[in-house]
């Protein structure tokens, strides 16, 4: 008969999570996402994985069988070179997708670069980050002349993104992916069973997802193989990727380098799904794959959406499409418009440092009896958190480090965003001091602020430094632009603090305004008074009609150059 200690071992062990080399039981398997492609190719080879139009404008359809093929033959490629940390600058192309997958199976490190960055900050991170080799869109290999002039020793695997996988139109790449599968027939054949489908160690690091760096130098958060699993099961989930019913297909318009695409690579591949790849946002084409192709999920940060939704090629679809929408706090208004065109958003929220999202909006059933304004103001919410991680919370800011004290749930005390679970990131790669503070007090901080409701969801406010604070009253930015949106002829806006004389900040507006509309600042400063419902201390006394909102390349309002603007910086 077995000891207390003993049987509490074996409890213990069932409960944690370990690796196969401290003593695992025989079944014991580590979560890697990376298993998912080989096992899609196993059940069901001839399915589409990609439909994508590639740069030289040719249809290019690969299935999971000939995707798991390139996937290998790309890791047996890294494997036989000795490379170990690899740079992805492409936008959302098959051979972006294959070398997710691909290089993590040949045990190494992805580190997915932004293309819209400055040649200095894609040099810095690629310096930061290590790399020893770097795969590489065509259209973009000059974006890596400064990397070039510090590290010409580290080679680049050109991609040229053609219909051709060997010949003439063919490249690098393709050569690559070629190289490596001769190596593995070379090498006794020992096709995924000789590589790391499943990692070696679930929390070794499988990719390094670098912050955009606006303010500070990038952050390169580091990502594991346990984290990426789970969190793509959470999508798989909350998204409602799995519907029998109807196959996913799933349209990249985020894009994939973004903290790798919210997990997405691996969510769509673990139900079979298609995926839709665009080399760039094309509202137009967007529109035409939404009503000519089998789309049933996209994901989009509110700008994208709302540009989407006033497209001229806009129309309520046949069949009903997943939105997953998030990077930014959206309206209520754009919830509204999206659902009248078929759109159905699938409202979540999250951070680079905790793999894309963590938290959903869930719909209630008893909203069905709301007032629409009412429900959608509840839809906009970011709700709870994700079946995979622990529940959001949100903690008194007036406190000292690493202080955790939470705040009432009555929708009105404002306190920051934490988090803790299994899809938290294990923290910033060489910036111990960095990580310290992400972590203090035993829980992610995310910097937001947010009110939270007595029905447990959490709500956003601002970021911290995003705040108004005018003659004592605290203005919510995000609040005000949801507010100025329903302007019928306002398309987007973004609100910042100013310097004020008498009440310390007051807030300023800069609005787009819809195509076809004719409007002034003094036209909405007069609305906003004596239209909306917005309280007299919020309304800005300065609004200033521009062309276009600066963006990160993930649809967030670039505040920092707002505030720069209001202080009559250029304007480039």
């Not at 740079?87 to 051979?95: K, W």
Request: charged share 20%; proline share 6%.
């Amino acid at each position: 008969m077995s000891s207390a200690k003993t049987r509490l071992s074996g409890l213990l062990g069932h409960l944690g999570h370990s690796d196969p080399g401290a003593g695992s039981p025989l079944n014991f398997h580590t979560l890697s996402p990376t298993f998912f492609l080989p096992r899609a190719a196993e059940i069901e080879p001839e399915a589409e994985a990609i439909h994508h139009v590639t740069a030289n404008n040719q249809v290019l359809r690969r299935s999971y069988a000939e995707t798991a093929d390139r996937a290998r033959g790309l890791a047996y490629y890294l494997k036989k070179h000795g490379f170990k940390r690899v740079g992805i600058l492409c936008p959302n192309t098959p051979a972006f997708l294959e070398s997710i997958f691909g290089i993590a199976a040949a045990g190494a490190v992805n580190v997915a670069v932004n293309y819209r960055l400055k040649e200095d900050d894609i040099a810095y991170i690629f310096t930061h980050s290590e790399v020893d080799v770097i795969i590489v869109d065509q259209e973009f290999l000059s974006l890596l002349n400064t990397f070039k002039a510090s590290k010409s020793n580290i080679p680049f695997i050109i991609d040229t993104d053609t219909d051709a996988t060997e010949g003439q139109l063919s490249g690098p790449f393709d050569d690559a992916v070629l190289e490596g599968l001769k190596y593995d027939l070379e090498t006794q054949a020992h096709g995924w069973s000789g590589l790391e489908a499943q990692a070696a160690s679930e929390d070794d690091i499988i990719a390094l997802a670098y912050t955009s760096g606006t303010t500070a130098k990038p952050k390169g958060v580091e990502y594991t193989h346990r984290g990426c699993y789970l969190a793509a099961m959470g999508n798989v989930i909350e998204s409602g990727l799995n519907d029998r019913r109807r196959r996913c297909g799933y349209l990249w318009t985020l894009p994939m380098f973004h903290a790798t695409g919210w997990t997405f690579p691996w969510a769509v591949t673990s139900v079979r799904g298609t995926h839709y790849c665009l080399r760039k946002i094309d509202y137009p084409q967007i529109w035409n794959m939404l009503k000519q192709e089998h789309i049933t999920h996209f994901n989009a940060a509110p700008t994208v959406n709302t540009l989407l939704c006033n497209s001229g090629e806009a129309e309520r679809l046949p069949e009903p499409v997943q939105v997953t929408v998030a990077a930014s706090p959206p309206t209520p208004h754009l919830f509204e418009q999206m659902t009248g065109l078929n759109l159905h958003p699938v409202h979540v929220y999250g951070m680079t440092e905790t793999y894309g999202p963590i938290t959903k909006g869930y719909y209630m059933p008893s909203w069905d009896n709301l007032p629409p304004a009412e429900r959608y103001k509840k839809m906009a919410r970011q709700g709870h958190g994700f079946v995979t991680s622990l529940p959001a919370r949100v903690i008194k800011t007036e406190v000292p480090e690493g202080t955790i004290i939470d705040v009432k749930r009555d929708g009105l005390e404002i306190g920051e965003i934490v988090f803790k679970g299994n899809i938290c990131a294990r923290g910033y790669y060489k910036d111990p001091e960095a990580t310290r503070k992400l972590f203090a007090g035993g829980v992610l901080h995310s910097g937001d602020l947010a009110v939270w409701h007595p029905d447990g969801s959490i709500q956003i406010q601002d970021r911290a430094k995003d705040i108004i604070i005018s003659g004592g009253e605290n203005i919510s930015s995000v609040a005000l632009e949801s507010m100025l949106v329903n302007h019928p002829d306002i398309l987007e806006a973004g609100v910042v603090a100013v310097s004020d004389s008498h009440w310390g900040e007051r807030p300023k507006a800069f609005v787009t305004v819809k195509s076809g509309k004719k409007l002034s600042g003094q036209d909405v400063i007069s609305w906003a008074r004596n239209v909306s419902d917005i309280s007299k201390f919020m309304i800005p006394r300065e609004v200033e009609i521009v062309a276009e909102l600066p963006q990160t390349s993930t649809g967030k309002v670039r505040k920092n150059v707002l505030r720069d603007w209001a202080k009559g910086a250029n304007r480039t």
